[in-house]
T-cell receptor
Framework: AQSVAQPEDQVNVAEGNPLTVKCTYS??????LFWYVQYPNRGLQFLLK??????LVKGSYGFEAEFNKSQTSFHLKKPSALVSDSALYFC???????????????FGKGTKLSVKP | EAQVTQNPRYLITVTGKKLTVTCSQN?????MSWYRQDPGLGLRQIYY???????DKGDVPEGYKVSRKEKRNFPLILESPSPNQTSLYFC???????????????FGPGTRLTVT
């Protein structure tokens, strides 16, 4: 069965420091991987995705993520955190050949990012 | 403006009283989906639709119904709500490339449902 793990419930970072939000996945076949961000009292917004090609993908607001097939990971990174990056971050996975149906998208439980001035 | 709209945004109801949460998108997307968000559990998929008249169960479909009679609308129906369906609900849509779910999803603003 498909699954996504975000091992940290919360990540605390000082403004200006690099940040990493971790995500590991388990699927059969090639994964499609996504990161979404949720600001308080808002819906989710798309940040970036990996479908195929270059393992390092760049997305909105200066975020990037690296797909690592051997470690089945897709960690979200940013070189210099901003206070405004504070939000809830979700990793999600879909696989055409996974245990779920074609439209089945599995989200992680979310990681709360807190950036302090 | 391209968007996904949900109504109502907030709803308090009683156990057993049928309700419908509407979802509409104006982007001509084939794919639509419903999720519920609960603390510590993240988002869990309830139902999704790959196109008109095509719907399928997600991970937590029990107690919910959906229909997709038109491309733009995907209502979520709770025939007999129970307190364990108290949650934050999100509707989402995306284009598809054939059968591949490779495009990002656009989310509605959410509907906070309380069942007493």
């Amino acid at each position: 069965a498909q699954s996504v793990a975000q091992p940290e419930d919360q990540v605390n970072v000082a403004e200006g420091n690099p940040l990493t939000v971790k995500c590991t996945y388990s699927v059969s076949g090639n994964p499609y991987l996504f990161w979404y961000v949720q600001y308080p009292n808002r819906g989710l917004q798309f940040l970036l995705k990996y479908i195929t090609g270059d393992n390092l993908v760049k997305g909105s607001y200066g975020f990037e993520a690296e797909f690592n097939k051997s470690q089945t990971s897709f960690h979200l990174k940013k070189p210099s955190a901003l206070v405004s990056d504070s939000a809830l971050y979700f990793c999600a996975v879909s696989s055409l050949y996974g245990g779920g149906s074609q439209g089945n998208l599995i989200f992680g439980k979310g990681t709360k990012l807190s950036v302090k001035p | 403006e391209a968007q996904v709209t949900q109504n109502p945004r907030y709803l308090i109801t009683v156990t057993g009283k049928k309700l419908t949460v509407t979802c509409s998108q104006n982007m001509n997307h084939e794919y639509m989906s419903w999720y519920r968000q609960d603390p510590g559990l993240g988002l869990r998929q309830i139902y999704y639709s790959m196109n008109v008249e095509v719907t399928d169960k997600g991970d937590v479909p029990e107690g919910y119904k959906v229909s997709r009679k038109e491309k733009r609308n995907f209502p979520l129906i709770l025939e007999s709500p129970s307190p364990n369906q108290t949650s934050l609900y999100f509707c989402a849509s995306s284009p598809t490339a054939g059968t591949k779910l490779s495009y990002e999803q656009y989310f509605g603003p959410g509907t906070r449902l309380t069942v007493t």
